[in-house]
């Protein structure tokens, strides 16, 4: 009985402080922590999407500067192994070195075969890609390095007044690469049942005039 009044007891003066001053700033702070961590997840989040962003461009200018550094005998339309490519398979070496010193996971971009082709533009008949399947490796989807050595570009020039437009042969690289969202798991403090988006793909292009 004496346990049972102390508890009473105890409930009446939660209730009285909860009833005070100090009680409305705890139910304040109660109420306002949810917003404050999504707040501060969001901005840690999105900060680290855009440094990571930054990393994989300054990667694939790297990438495309290698490659366009390399001599094109190798390059014919049927080569799918780094046997016959080897010029390529070289690029992909040099891109996911750049991702192991940049600290980036590689999604096991060393292991990944040539595939001829483009997954995004069918008319590239000298450009192969990359596209890593191994999620066991902590990668939340799929990398894919797409080597273009087929691409071009134009550019005017005013030494020729009468055909002031050339031609450029190029390299391009294309590197896509997963990201994994952490917002998505806290939106649902102040929004149940919102379904955010989970993991993006960050795609960064570079192309450099062959020199070789």
Do not use: H
Request: with cysteine.
């Amino acid at each position: 009985m004496r346990f049972t009044i102390r508890i009473r007891r105890g409930i009446n003066r939660l209730i009285k402080g909860l009833a005070g001053a100090e009680g409305s700033e705890i139910i304040e702070f109660a109420v306002s922590l949810p917003l404050l961590l999504v707040m501060v997840v969001a901005i840690y989040d999105f900060g680290s999407a855009f440094v990571l962003k930054e990393k994989i461009g300054i990667i694939a200018r790297e990438g495309a500067r290698f490659a366009s550094n390399l001599p094109s005998t190798d390059l014919l339309p049927t080569g799918t192994s780094c046997a016959t490519v080897a010029s390529i398979c070289s690029v992909r070496d040099a891109v996911d070195a750049a991702l192991v010193a940049n600290k980036l996971n590689d999604c096991a971009l060393a292991a990944a075969v040539p595939q001829l082709g483009n997954p995004v533009s069918a008319s590239a008949p000298l450009s192969w890609y990359f596209k890593t399947t191994s999620r066991t490796n902590g990668c939340p989807n799929d990398l894919i390095l797409i080597v273009d050595r087929g691409a071009f570009y134009t550019t005017t020039l005013t030494i020729n007044p009468t055909n002031p437009t050339y031609t450029i042969e190029a390299t391009k690289l294309t590197l896509t690469y997963p990201y994994s969202w952490t917002f998505n798991r806290v939106i649902t403090l102040i929004a149940s049942g919102t379904n955010y988006l989970g993991t993006s793909e960050l795609t960064e292009a570079a192309t450099m005039q062959d020199l070789n």
